[in-house]
């Protein structure tokens, strides 16, 4: 029995349909429609730990390379050449990071840095047309700025926001999400020089598809938001907000693109995921929170659960259960779409060494295809042939045309996830009950031997370190070799 959405689905349906098609006939950003973002408290997970969720999500062919940034120096005076002209100081020092590139893309890469500081990030169009930027602005830079400089997820909110009231951010609008060991936090940005932040609840979740969810916005309360000093008067100055008829500031609706709001895709995704994992239960068309109390404190396997949905069990399930065709082929976009890159879920806890404590548990290319796999911050080395270049190179060349990425990557482990999603997309119902058979079995495996093996490397850390790292990378790469030969 499926699931409705709820007694008007069939009118409200075809209202948003119609809002969605209008949407998709104007022109935006290349980045306008991608990934998805699940941030979890601490008091909202069964081991007490902070969770960050992501699908990446981009069009056409894509690769995806790893890199183990370095620690660096600098000294004073260098600078950073932004994509558009501009130009920002370089910090004295730079930290150690894994870094996922997607080359040729400026939103799309993720990092995590020797804090166990986890940042992705979410497209989120705005209704700003007349945006302040200097120099061109920044875009690319802003996250990766962060990463490198930031120890704590507030310490990255404040580095991002001073870049973007300094230069004015360049694209539409996005939302980054940032998670360390000690909290989570939602940075949004607005084209132009207006941004706001708010901090995770510790025993909330928070979900945002791809528009803005910050609703109420308290500056005043530090702990808990940052932001423009005028995000509400140039709110009003704009005709975006009216204090006598509007009642509170919400900056969801204030900044964001009406039609993006109204957009099938998002909206859904929004409201499935919510309702997987909330004691209240939400309707399509409601206003949907920032965050929320989950019926019940989530593990790991929950949020993967969430990252790999298709609308299952619901109206907006096209395939009748797999039946007439695979689920990234149906009306509205899905958590788990034919445009995943990769997903993640990074599992951060404060009472472990950082090298130990912060895990970016990932499944290559399609989370339903494949088993989240964990990847500590003590790795001292990536896999072998997951990357084109080196680290170096990939930075000068991150935007330099590609016009055949399969040339290009050559021998890329990359493909080999990617020819396997192909492959089950032709025969979707067949073969997924295999596949998930397969990806359930490893994935039960890797959890439950999760505790025994830390607690296996914390006594060696505690008196040899780096060979604790060395054990750690050991496991991270067997674990990636494991997840490779499955693929077949």
């Known amino acids: 029995m499926k699931t409705p959405v709820n007694s008007r689905t069939p009118i409200l349906t075809a209202i948003i349909l119609l809002l969605t098609i209008q949407l998709f006939s104007q022109t935006f950003e290349e980045e306008s429609f991608n990934c998805f973002s699940v941030l979890v408290g601490k008091n909202a997970t069964t081991d007490g730990s902070i969770m960050f969720a992501h699908n990446e999500d981009d069009w056409g062919d894509r690769v995806v390379n790893w ?84 120890r704590t997820a507030k310490e990255a909110i404040k580095i991002g926001g001073q870049l973007i009231e300094e230069m004015g951010y360049a694209s539409s609008g996005r939302t980054y999400c940032i998670a360390g060991p000690n909290e989570a936090w939602m940075l949004s940005a607005v084209k132009g020089k207006h941004w706001v932040a708010q901090r995770i609840p510790d025993d909330q979740i928070a979900i945002i598809p791809n528009y803005y969810t910050i609703t109420n916005v308290d500056l005043d309360d530090t702990i808990n938001f940052l932001g423009s000093k005028d995000i509400v008067d140039y709110a009003v100055e704009r005709g975006w907000y009216d204090p006598k008829t509007d009642g509170d500031f919400n900056f969801r609706k204030a900044y964001s693109d009406q039609g993006n709001l109204a957009s099938l895709g998002n909206r859904a995704r929004h409201w499935i995921s919510i309702n997987a994992l909330s004691e209240k239960q939400y309707g399509l068309e409601d206003d949907l929170p920032f965050s929320f109390v989950p019926k019940e404190k989530v593990e790991l396997s929950d949020i993967f659960k969430v990252l790999r949905n298709h609308y299952e069990g619901t109206e907006l399930d096209k395939t009748d259960g797999y039946k007439t065709g695979n689920p990234h082929q149906q009306g509205a976009m899905s958590v788990c779409s034919s445009t995943n890159q990769y997903g993640f879920v990074a599992q951060t806890r404060n009472w472990l060494p950082v090298e130990l404590g912060t895990v970016l548990w990932i499944a290559p290319r399609r989370p339903c295809t494949e088993a989240f796999v964990p990847i500590y911050t003590g790795l001292l080395s990536v896999p072998k042939n997951f990357a084109v270049t080196d680290f170096k190179t990939a930075l000068k060349t991150h935007f330099d045309k590609i016009e055949n990425f399969e040339e290009y990557s050559k021998g890329h482990k990359y493909w080999t996830f990617g020819e396997k999603a192909a492959r089950i997309d032709e025969d979707y119902g067949k073969l997924i009950p295999k596949i998930k058979k397969s990806v359930d079995s490893f994935e039960k495996q890797l959890l439950s031997g999760q505790a025994p093996f830390e607690e296996r490397i914390m ?19 067997n674990a990636i070799q494991h997840l490779l030969g499955l693929t077949n």
């Open 67 to 150: 890199y183990l940034a370095p620690y660096e120096y600098y000294g004073q005076g260098d600078s950073i050449a932004l994509k558009r002209g501009g130009k920002i100081a370089q910090g004295k020092e730079t930290f150690r990071y894994l870094w996922l590139e997607i080359p040729e893309l400026e939103f799309s890469d993720s990092y995590m840095n020797e804090f166990g500081l986890v940042i992705a990030s979410d497209a989120c169009v705005s209704r700003e047309d007349k945006p302040e930027l200097t120099d061109g602005g920044i875009g690319y830079w802003l996250r990766r700025a962060m990463a490198e400089r930031a």
């Open 459 to 477: 006594g060696v850390y505690k008196k040899e370190p780096e060979q604790a790292k060395e054990m750690l990378t050991e496991y991270s790469l």
